[in-house]
Every structure is written in C-alpha cells, then in structure tokens.
C-alpha cells in the first residue's frame, strides 16, 4: 500500500500496460495452430478454445485475461518447482551430484545421460524423475506427496493447488518409457541409495498431475520472478540460490526442443508442459502463466508461444 500512494510500483502505469497485455491476449485468440496432446484421454478431452493469460508483479499488481480459473495439470511446469525445492533443501552440490546443468539437445523422453552417467538436466524427464527421488526420502511416500504440495501451495500464495487422480492413473497407466527411463538410470546408479524405482515414479506422475490455474501460475511464476519471496504473502519460500540455478536452467532447458530458440527470441527463463500451460518469468519484473492446450510439433502451447513473441516485440523484457 506504501508502494501505492508513492507510485513506486515496478510497473507504474499498470493500468496502460494491461491494456496492451489485452491485446496481445486478443490477437493470440486468432491462432488457431496445433491440437492438445492426445496420449492420455484426460488431455485429448481438453477444449482447444480455453484460452487464458494471468500475470503477477513482483510487487503484487494482479491482472488476467480469459480463462485464468479453470483448472489444468501443471505437467512438465513442476519440473522447475521440484528442482527449485530440492536445491532450497540440500544445495546445488547435493543435487548436481544426480543431475547436470546441459541442455540435451534431444526430446524430453529420450533414454540418454550424460558423459558422467547423470541425466543432463532437471527440466526433461529422466532429470525429474531423479529430482523426485530426492525431495524429502526419508518421509513415507504419501507425507512426501503432502510435503511437495504444501510446498507448491506456499509457492503459490496460498492460491488453488489440485490433484487430478484420473490424470495420475492415466499417467501411470501410458509410462512405458518413463519406466524404461528408470530402469536405465537405475541400471547406470544414477539414483540415491534406498531410491525405490516404482516409488519414485509413482511421485512422479503424482506431480504432474497436480492441477492449477493460470492465476496461481502467475504468482508461482512471480514468486520465482522475485527471488523466492512470494509477492502476494510476503513469505520467503525459495533460496534465492535455488531461484537463480532454476532460472539458468529454465532459460536453456524450459521449452522442450524450441529452449534455444526461445531463448533467442524470447530471452526469457519459462517452462512448458503438455496441457498446455508456460510459466514465464521476466525477472525482478513480474511472473506470467498462459494457458491454452493446443500445441505444436514441439510440445510447446501454440498461444502460449505466440503471446511471448508478442509480449517482447512490445515491450524489452527480453534478457538482452
Ligand atoms: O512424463 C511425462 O511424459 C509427462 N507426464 C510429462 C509431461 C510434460 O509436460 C512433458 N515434459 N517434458
């Protein structure tokens, strides 16, 4: 409120800017690209019209545009959120012990590690499943569960943090190859001593189908944005180490085979997943979730991709 009366907001006409934020919103409605992923019944169901942007300030202004409450699974979003947990818990030389910091330059679900036998980095799928292994081990697998949403919820300001268990089922149910993945890692020792393979994936897909909303992405995504003190609580959530590695690796590994040339054109750390949702962090700025399930050959929200290129064309948020 101090920061109101003083208009030392981070961005001081907001309310010009969210106009523009609009019709950015408006012309990404017109793209009408690519098809929602159809691996699992729960994400072919999704309505390819659902079309929404939410964003949140580092300092807590809100604005949001379209379908901002409807829930979805956040999918590959937990990915940084998982990372970003294990490294606030044990540090960066703990868990870059598992994984490594390289872009793969191949698809998320390809069985390869590195030239040390580690899974290149925690934003594809083999790093995240070895990050999964290590959020809180020692705890019985349901209080783990408990731990890691409890955290998202705080992450999140408190906002909606859902469970979809017909998205865990049908998860568990198409692993094929994040069961290959695991057993390949296990067969390379790539896991802690005591990991338990089934254990651990059943985590895993757990956390994918965590269900969010494109508002609570956005202060997800600020909170990131801001060093790891959510901007709506106040609360110090994250390191601000742990929001910093997080960030290197989103901006090189976040968006699947496109990270390279997001991270040309866009210049910004964000993070997608399969039913469509990207959390986007332009740092010390705002945090930004946009969520539209059609994607393209990539694995990448075709609106959501759209609305980046906009959003830097517009404004210089790019990193460079
Ligand atoms: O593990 C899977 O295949 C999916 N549940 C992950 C989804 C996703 O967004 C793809 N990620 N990199």
């Known amino acids: 409120i101090g920061k109101a009366f003083k208009n030392q907001f981070i961005i001081p006409d907001f309310i010009q800017f969210t ?8 012309i990404c409605k017109n793209d009408r690209r690519g098809k929602p992923a159809d691996y699992i019944p729960q994400l072919a169901r999704a309505n390819p019209d659902n079309w929404g942007v939410a964003l949140c300030t580092v300092d807590g202004q809100r ?15 937990s990915k940084p959120l998982n990372y ?8 960066a030389e703990k868990v870059h012990s598992y994984v490594g910091q390289e872009p793969s330059g191949r698809s998320f679900n390809e069985i390869c590690l590195d030239s040390s036998n580690k899974p290149h980095n925690p934003m ?9 292994s290590l959020l809180k081990p020692t705890l019985r697998i349901a209080d783990r569960f408990d731990y890691v949403h409890s955290q998202y919820k705080r992450i999140a300001g408190g906002e909606f943090v859902g469970f979809s268990n017909a998205t865990y089922l049908s998860e568990k149910e198409t692993a094929d190859r994040n069961f290959s993945l695991a057993y390949y890692m296990r067969e390379n020792k790539c896991f802690p001593e005591n990991a338990d393979l089934v254990k651990t994936l059943e985590f895993y897909f757990q956390l994918c189908s965590v269900e969010i909303t494109a508002e609570t992405g956005a202060v997800i995504a600020a909170t990131l944005a801001n060093g790891g003190i959510c901007p709506t609580t106040g609360e110090k959530v994250l390191t601000g180490d742990a929001v910093r590695n997080t960030l290197s690796l989103m901006y090189s590994c976040g968006m699947y085979d496109y990270s390279g040339q997001f991270a040309f054109k866009c210049g910004l750390p964000a993070k997608s997943g399969v039913a469509g949702a990207i959390l986007i962090v332009v740092p010390n700025v705002m945090g930004v979730c946009t969520w539209a399930p059609s994607l393209d050959e990539l694995g990448n929200s075709c609106r959501g991709i759209t609305f980046c290129k906009e959003l830097v064309n517009k404004f210089s948020f790019h990193n460079y």
Do not use: K, R
């Not at 106009?19 to 408006?26: A, G, K, L, N, V």
């Not at 949001?64 to 829930?71: C, E, K, N, V």
């Open 19 to 26: 106009e523009q934020i609009h019709d950015i919103y408006e």
């Open 63 to 77: 604005y949001s545009a379209g379908d901002t409450t409807i829930p979805f699974c956040i999918q590959s979003c």
């Open 84 to 91: 970003a947990l294990a490294l606030t818990d044990m540090g």
């Open 124 to 132: 594809i799928n083999a790093g995240a499943i070895i990050t999964s």
